[in-house]
């Protein structure tokens, strides 16, 4: 017979509604009570009844994570940063793919992920024109990532101009003077606010701040943001004759296809041309040279959307507490392809969180 709960009552010498607090992760437990349950959970091999817990309190114990597309490395990392996050909340994560057009996401917003508690979403092709889509009342929401800034839903994101301007100061500070951009959106448009409109903004700050002029030819414009279009548009740089001696490239697998390009054409990374990122993905530490890039604290951002997702549910979707803004503290790392052979991964600078609500500058 399946162990239950009141076996772990017994041998814990408590009552089952102490234990029940214990499995929901109730934080009025005494930590001696709390210890004693873990340890008989853990003997007995008591494993929840989710099915029967989600029937008494209407809740499932999944949530749902939309991203625009696991393909892009640091969406998937992301996705397993909030799957850990949501283990250590006894909470299991549905991932599904949102990015293949705007209807896709606007179905997804319509219907959240089906069988799930509530959703974490980061939409890619809604805009400021949607804000109107983002106040949903079926489910609890909360929004990642840089779209669509001061609606109705609570939001996680990160410092995406500071942290671009920070990334361009790098490289200002190993004597770069023509600093190109790759990433730039072909498509600008005022109701639309992406990822790199931002970091564009913060590479043009940093540049106006050291006294340089801006010089549209260094602005290359990459849509998607995959290797090979990386390499593509490294290529057409290369090709055009245009003078650089440092890449910003707004994201690391946008990087990752330019170091590719740069070495077929000769030129040596960081001695003729030194190059950073941003994102922070795996793939950048085992690159030759290592890839410098910006940390948008990914891990934070899992954590404190699953911590504001978790509050959403307990208080209801119609829950009166405005909406909230997180941005998650960043930092440069610092690695070959800016400094050379002797970067060990060194944090050159770091930005605190901030949590604000939608009455300050979020789209920074």
């Given amino acids: 017979m399946s162990v239950t709960m009141r076996d772990v009552a017994v041998l814990a010498r408590v009552s089952v509604k102490t234990v029940s607090n214990v499995v929901n992760n109730h934080p009025h437990v005494h930590p001696v009570t709390r210890s004693r349950v873990e340890q008989a959970i853990a003997e007995l091999g008591y494993r929840p009844n989710l099915s029967a817990r989600g029937l008494r309190s209407g809740r499932t114990g999944v949530i749902g994570l939309a991203v625009p597309e696991l393909r892009q490395n640091y969406f998937a990392e992301l996705a397993d940063a909030v799957i850990l996050a949501a283990e250590r909340q006894n909470l299991s994560v549905i991932v599904g793919q949102a990015g293949r057009d705007r209807q896709h996401e606007i179905n997804v917003l319509a219907n959240g992920l089906r069988q799930t508690d509530g959703l974490l979403f980061s939409p890619e092709r809604l805009g400021t024109e949607d804000v109107e889509l983002l106040d949903v009342v079926d489910y609890p929401l909360v929004l990642l990532g840089e779209r669509i800034f001061g609606g109705p839903a609570d939001h996680v994101t990160m410092h995406n101009v500071s942290a671009s301007r920070a990334a361009v100061e790098h490289l200002l500070a190993q004597g770069r003077r023509r600093i190109a951009v790759l990433g730039a959106h072909p498509d600008r448009r005022e109701n639309q606010l992406r990822a790199s409109d931002l970091r564009v903004r913060g590479y043009r700050e940093a540049l106006e701040i050291a006294g340089l002029p801006h010089d549209p030819d260094l602005e290359r414009m990459v849509a998607p943001w995959h290797q090979e279009d990386g390499a593509r548009a490294m290529d057409e740089l290369i090709d055009s004759g245009v003078e650089f001696d440092a890449l910003f490239a707004l994201n690391d697998t946008l990087a990752l296809g330019a170091l590719r390009s740069l070495g077929k054409s000769g030129r040596r990374i960081p001695d003729d041309v030194a190059l950073i990122g ?74 605190v969180a901030e949590s604000v609500d939608f009455s300050t500058d979020s789209a920074t």
């Fill in 278 to 351: 941003f994102d922070n993905i795996t793939d950048g530490r085992f690159t030759l040279p290592s890839l410098s890039t910006v940390d948008p604290g990914r891990d934070e951002i899992a954590e404190r959307a699953i911590g504001m997702l978790i509050e959403r549910i307990e208080w209801g979707p119609r829950s009166p507490r405005p909406p909230r803004l997180h941005k998650a503290r960043f930092h440069i790392v610092e690695r070959e392809s800016t400094v050379g052979g002797a970067a060990t991964d060194r944090t050159v600078r770091n930005e």
